[in-house]
């Protein structure tokens, strides 16, 4: 990874650029109001970004309740990606998951992308359920993907 990028915990000011990449990443985003309650009163959210000096390219969400990590959302600004950042970004959340307890980790996917599909296979994830209509802006359905942490 290039010396120019870090991670950090997102932070309530980070919302305005977080808010780009989610429009950018995402047809149905996120609203301010709710990255606020994430990071404000979500006492089970944690959020890392990933700068390139001051602008943040990317970020990843996740809930963590137990023993449990459950991905709430990862993206990154369209020119960073293929670039080996959302893995990066991912291996992050698998060392903060793990640092807080948990034990294993979900994430639900589009069943059409593969390109996440894949990068998620790759970092050890397995199929479970299909979540039928999932996805609110045009009912596709979602892949349930787990694994273990330890």
Not at 61 to 76: K, P, Y
Not at 85 to 113: D, H, I, Q
């Amino acid at each position: 990874m290039d010396e120019s990028l870090s991670f950090r915990f997102m932070k309530e000011e980070d919302i305005d650029q977080v808010l780009i990449i989610e429009h950018e990443s995402f047809s149905t985003p996120w609203s301010r109001e709710a990255f606020i309650n994430e990071i404000a009163t979500n006492q089970f959210a944690v959020y890392i970004v990933l700068e390139d000096g001051n602008q943040i390219v990317g970020y990843c969400g996740a809930w963590i309740v137990v023993d449990e990590a459950h991905i709430t959302n990862v993206a990154l600004l369209p020119g960073y990606r293929g670039k080996k950042l959302g893995e990066a970004l991912m291996l992050k959340m698998f060392s903060v998951a793990k640092e807080l307890g948990a034990r294993t980790m979900t994430l639900e996917v589009r069943v059409s992308n593969d390109v996440a599909q894949s990068l998620y296979r790759k970092l050890g994830f397995q199929d479970g359920a299909i979540r039928k209509n999932y996805y609110t802006d045009n009912q596709e359905d979602a892949l349930v993907m787990w694994v273990n942490l330890t």
